[in-house]
């Protein structure tokens, strides 16, 4: 169980570095695409996740029944942890709150890498955009960070 | 009871970590070469002991002693030496520097992607780890024995 953490863990950084890398040499805007890039394979992940997590359970009530369970079996099977903090403005747009985000973790606990945190994040919000698209939510998922490793996202649903 | 200060060197001779916490005199020399000559040191000890050894050899030079401190030391198998000079009333410190390296080394240096192996070691994470491990392990007082 621990070392399977550690590889996910591991090979995430080292996936994300080796592309990340590529950032670092290339003009600013081809740095966007290459996060929109990492945001479009999380993508990806999130839908099949979504599939393999909600296999045998019953069909949602709602969008806040949705968003319940994105905060706590899915982020759990993912993240290892639950949402610490949930709020919603009723009307689409939800914040959920990870005070010890898996993910940022071992970079630092407070303001050191700070710069650097979004690039580990492009990933993330990608794979939480998977998995509310494959639930029959179209979102757009951002994330932010003030202090490590605390991590708000913030995910608007789209109303067609 | 008190630990003096620690070095961490990779396999190349680099050192990538220092920390004090209680020393008082200095070498009297600048800090790049009391790393060159702690390193080049270790080095030497490590061949002599092992060609002069009249058994088998199994973990090598472990530590030296002298009246006043003691100066243990611990080598990974991926060539990282950590070095760590105590009192005397510290036998034995090898626990302490192999729990450094596995619980604190690579929960937050190897695991953190933003540090780059071989270069020192940055990370305040690790640093202040570091120093609240060695302030609570029994045998750290702030004021030397």
């Avoid at chain 1, 990492?38 to 099949?48: A, D, H, K, Y």
């Avoid at chain 1, 994105?70 to 759990?76: H, L, P, S």
């Avoid at chain 2, 090898?94 to 190897?110: F, K």
């Amino acid at each position: 169980m621990s070392s399977d953490k550690f590889l996910q863990d591991y090979l995430h950084f080292t996936f994300i570095q080796s592309h990340i890398y590529e950032l670092s040499r290339q003009r600013p805007t081809d740095r966007a695409v290459s996060v929109s890039v990492l945001e479009g394979m999380g993508f990806r992940v999130g839908q099949g996740l979504i599939e393999r997590l909600t296999r045998d359970s019953p069909s949602f009530k709602d969008e806040l029944d949705i968003m319940k369970f994105v905060c706590k079996d899915f982020w759990t099977k993912v993240f290892r942890r639950q949402i610490d903090n949930l709020r919603t403005n009723h009307q689409g747009t939800y914040v959920l709150q990870d005070n010890k985000f898996a993910l940022l973790t071992q970079l630092s606990s407070g303001k050191q890498y700070l710069d650097q945190a979004p690039k580990y994040l492009a990933f993330s919000c990608g794979v939480v955009r998977g998995a509310l698209s494959n639930l029959g939510l179209d979102s757009v998922v951002t994330a932010e960070v003030s202090v490590m490793p605390s991590c708000k996202f913030q995910v608007v649903i789209q109303k067609l | 009871m008190t630990i003096h200060n620690l070095y961490i060197f990779d396999r190349n001779g680099n050192c990538l970590y220092y920390n004090e916490w209680n020393r008082k005199k200095q070498a009297g020399i600048s800090k790049d070469e009391e790393f060159k000559l702690m390193y080049g040191m270790l080095f030497s000890i490590r061949s002599f002991v092992s060609k002069m050894s009249p058994l088998d050899m199994k973990d090598g030079f472990l530590s030296f002693q002298t009246s006043k401190y003691r100066l243990h030391y611990y080598e990974t198998p991926s060539g990282l030496k950590f070095v760590v000079n105590t009192d005397l009333s510290v036998t034995n410190a090898r626990d302490t520097l192999q729990h450094i390296y596995s619980n604190l080394y690579v929960e937050y240096i190897v695991k953190n992607p933003v540090c780059v192996l071989g270069h020192s070691l940055d990370s305040e994470l690790f640093s202040s780890r570091l120093d609240a491990f060695i302030r609570a392990l029994p045998y750290y007082s702030p004021r030397a024995a």
